[in-house]
T-cell receptor, first 113, second 118 residues
Framework: AQSVTQLDSQVPVFEEAPVELRCNYSSSVSVYLFWYVQYPNQGLQLLLKYLSGSTLVKGINGFEAEFNKSQTSFHLRKPSVHISDTAEYFCAVSSYGAGKSTFGDGTTLTVKP | DTEVTQTPKHLVMGMTNKKSLKCEQHMGHRAMYWYKQKAKKPPELMFVYSYEKLSINESVPSRFSPECPNSSLLNLHLHALQPEDSALYLC?????????????????FGPGTRLTVL
């Protein structure tokens, strides 16, 4: 079985400040990890993914995430946020052969001017 | 073409109506998914098709009926829905269920159909 916990339901932050959105996962086998972003009234868009290899993963729009196997975490970071980053962010886990991804409950990132 | 398209964008239907949602992708993906998403909630998996066969049904009520006519198309037939079925319905596709290699199960999502049941 696989599960995902996003530790913060809402994260308010000022423009140009750094941000971290936290994600912990649980799985009995090797996993693939994803961060998706959803803007209002749109579908989900992949920000970045960890499949194997380097634990620091860089994605689109200046986001990056670090896979930490010992802490079973995959936190998303951005050094300086923009108003346009205001959106819902979902962490997801998938195990090889599972046939599906499990999503966290989401974190609402609100960037204030 | 890395796009998943969904039609219609919005749908309003009564509880006795029959309607269908459509999804299309031309990325050669062999897995396609239907999700239901309520406001401020994560997507909830409904069905997975793998190589045009239904591989996962997450105990979805029979008033929702999926269909995969070919590897590029996915339909969701709706009949006798309830007001609580109002939601955003998302379609997604991925390279293939359980494939190894660099893509894992990365899913490409469509923009969704906003369904309102009166």
């Amino acid at each position: 079985a696989q599960s995902v916990t996003q530790l913060d339901s809402q994260v308010p932050v000022f423009e140009e400040a750094p941000v971290e959105l936290r994600c912990n996962y649980s799985s009995s086998v090797s996993v693939y990890l994803f961060w998706y972003v959803q803007y209002p009234n749109q579908g989900l868009q992949l920000l970045l993914k960890y499949l194997s290899g380097s634990t620091l993963v860089k994605g689109i729009n200046g986001f990056e995430a670090e896979f930490n196997k010992s802490q079973t975490s995959f936190h998303l970071r951005k050094p300086s946020v923009h108003i346009s980053d205001t959106a819902e962010y979902f962490c997801a886990v998938s195990s090889y052969g599972a046939g599906k991804s499990t999503f966290g409950d989401g974190t609402t990132l609100t960037v204030k001017p | 073409d890395t796009e998943v398209t969904q039609t219609p964008k919005h749908l309003v239907m009564g509880m006795t109506n029959k309607k269908s949602l459509k999804c299309e992708q031309h990325m050669g993906h062999r897995a396609m998914y239907w999700y239901k998403q309520k406001a401020k909630k994560p997507p909830e998996l409904m069905f997975v098709y793998s190589y045009e066969k239904l591989s996962i049904n997450e105990s979805v009520p029979s008033r929702f009926s999926p269909e995969c006519p070919n590897s590029s198309l996915l339909n969701l037939h709706l009949h006798a829905l309830q007001p609580e079925d109002s939601a955003l319905y998302l379609c997604a596709s991925s390279q293939g269920v359980g494939t190894s290699g660099s893509r894992g199960d990365e899913q490409f999502f469509g923009p969704g159909t906003r369904l309102t049941v009166l």
